[in-house]
């Protein structure tokens, strides 16, 4: 008789990492997830009384997932919102199913886009606030929303393919545009 394979709840999030990864949020529901990983959906069932309990775990693996991109990202500028917003664009272009789950659409979780830009305990935005040396906290905020605002609109034009630029053209545009707003 075949062993039965164990599905663990790391490997079920892992999956479900996986095809969101690949395919989009579109494609979770038990059902694909359970084709994806090679298993019943009653594994599934059996670690989680409900889909969007498992969304929630999903959601915090993508979020960390994120994080550790911005952390690994390295320096291109010494401007204040240059390797943030670069390491934002470049999430965007390599994993654009990810970047639209965690930053476009309804991501079920009561986190705000400084929240999940900040990147929780890492405080991303807050050394950028650091850089700006004695900047008021409302003006840092009004800054940040300005920048933020085409720093996202930079990276939702590369996930539709409208943004045909080089990795150093990006980033003199993010040098110059800030530059506009902070000088």
């Not at 990147?119 to 940040?144: C, I, P, W």
């Not at 045909?164 to 040098?175: A, G, N, Q, R, S």
Request: proline share 2%; net charge negative.
């Amino acid at each position: 008789m075949a062993r039965k394979q164990v599905i663990s709840k790391e490997g079920l999030i892992d999956g479900a990492f996986r095809l969101v990864e690949e395919q989009g949020i579109g494609a979770m529901s038990a059902r694909n997830l359970a084709k994806f990983c090679g298993c019943s959906t009653q594994p599934i069932f059996r670690i989680y009384n409900t889909m969007d309990e498992l969304k929630a775990d999903l959601m915090q693996k993508c979020f960390d997932f994120f994080s550790q991109f911005v952390l690994d990202f390295g320096s291109v500028s010494d401007k204040p919102f240059v390797n943030l917003g670069m390491s934002y664009i470049s999430f965007a272009r390599k994993y654009p199913n990810l970047f639209a789950v965690i930053f476009v659409l309804e991501n079920g979780t009561d986190r705000n886009m400084y929240d999940l830009v900040n990147g929780g305990s890492h405080g991303f935005v807050t050394k950028e606030y650091r850089k700006l040396n004695g900047m008021s906290q409302d003006a840092f905020m009004v800054l940040f929303m300005k920048v933020w605002i085409f720093i996202h609109g930079a990276a939702c034009m590369v996930i539709k393919d409208d943004f045909d630029m080089t990795e150093d053209e990006i980033v003199k545009l993010l040098e110059d545009t800030i530059s506009a707003f902070y000088g």
